[in-house]
């Protein structure tokens, strides 16, 4: 399972506090084929890393529908902020700064 990416806090009830860049670094490891954008089953990895629960597939389609602003089916670096809410709500991470 991968870690967390340096030292990052923990606030109250367990809940991840990043700032974006640690969030784009973090995520960016699970981008298994390095062509700088996270598909579909690599989200789901990385929901599984943080422990997401069940449904991982449903979870990794829902982050990358909400992000994946030019519909290509990826999360390009770019588009990556656009995953803080779902970071929030699926992962259990805050992500503070930009």
């Known amino acids: 399972m991968k870690t967390m990416y340096g030292g990052n ?47 991982t597939a449903f979870k990794g389609w829902c982050g990358v529908r909400s992000a994946d602003a030019n ?5 390009d670096y770019d588009e990556i902020e656009k995953l803080v809410e779902f970071a929030y709500k699926t992962l259990g991470l805050i992500v503070v700064g930009s």
């Open 9 to 55: 806090a923990v606030g109250k009830n367990g809940v991840h506090i990043l700032t974006m860049v640690e969030f784009k670094i973090w995520l960016m490891t699970f981008d298994q084929d390095k062509d700088g954008r996270i598909s579909k089953q690599e989200l789901q990895q990385a929901v599984r890393a943080m422990r997401g629960g069940r449904f």
């Open 71 to 75: 519909h290509n089916g990826y999360i």
